[in-house]
């Protein structure tokens, strides 16, 4: 998927998320977000895309000093999904304005504009599913934006240690650990290290995989997420239990 490819997929997840969760009881319970409702999940969603088309309207070069952003929130929750329309829409009108090739400061490996695009599809698509299985629908996410969420998740994990701090523990003397899509959509191999994991590049010789994960290009998505439990029928699980379960244990997002 390329950047524009990914606004477009900003608002089509948006517009879903906003009719999953119009008309229904905003006090619902989020199982996969502990302590959330639904209100809190929509919330979120709205807050992280002002926030980021806010960075991406100054085209920040810097890390952020404040997080401070007018979010002009509805007066009564029942309001939220209309607002998180709103949101989606400002975001779509700086996307259409700016380069997204342009350098810009991102905490992921993409110096580039066009990351806060991809990280904000991802971060309404997870949640989007979030919304679903709260009120008991199985989520749909179409094969081609899985693989491309699995990329952008594997790709940025080893740069997200400053809000998810367990990803420090994500070391091993030279073990390797494979996710593997049964659909045939894709294949990685996560490299882990004395110092340190990184996504395997194609430039590297492959190799054997100590461990490996495999499922449905939608179910990896929603496994690296948290969202399912890969004890579930549908995964299969092959080689180093232990090194699976380690990866698991320090991986949350």
Not at 5 to 11: E, F, W, Y
Not at 36 to 51: I, K, N, P, Y
Request: hydrophobic share 45%; charged share 25%.
């Amino acid at each position: 998927m390329n950047p524009a490819q990914h606004g477009t997929a900003v608002a089509a997840e948006t517009a879903r998320f906003v009719a999953t969760v119009k008309g229904t009881d905003l006090a619902t319970p989020v199982p996969t977000c502990p302590g959330w409702t639904l209100a809190d999940l929509t919330q979120h969603v709205g807050s992280v895309h002002r926030w980021f088309t806010e960075l991406l309207r100054r085209r920040i070069q810097q890390p952020p000093t404040s997080r401070d952003v007018d979010l002009r929130l509805p007066e009564d929750r029942e309001g939220l999904p209309d607002w998180l329309a709103e949101s989606a829409a400002e975001a779509a009108e700086v996307f259409a304005a700016i380069d997204l090739d342009a350098p810009m400061w991102a905490w992921g490996v993409d110096q580039h504009a066009r990351f806060w695009v991809r990280r904000m599809l991802f971060e309404t698509l997870v949640h989007r599913a979030d919304a679903e299985l709260a009120l008991g629908i199985d989520p749909h996410i179409d094969r081609v934006l899985a693989v491309d969420g699995i990329d952008e998740f594997l790709t940025n994990l080893p740069f997200a240690s400053s809000f998810a701090p367990l990803t420090g523990q994500l070391r091993a003397p030279d073990r390797t650990i494979r996710f593997s899509c049964t659909d045939g959509a894709g294949d990685w191999q996560v490299g882990l290290r004395p110092d340190g994991f990184a996504l395997v590049t194609g430039d590297a010789e492959p190799r054997t995989a100590d461990a490996t994960v495999q499922g449905s290009a939608a179910d990896l998505l929603l496994l690296l997420y948290g969202r399912l439990d890969r004890r579930s029928d549908a995964f299969h699980l092959l080689g180093d239990p232990d090194l699976i379960a380690h990866w698991f244990a320090h991986s949350a997002f």
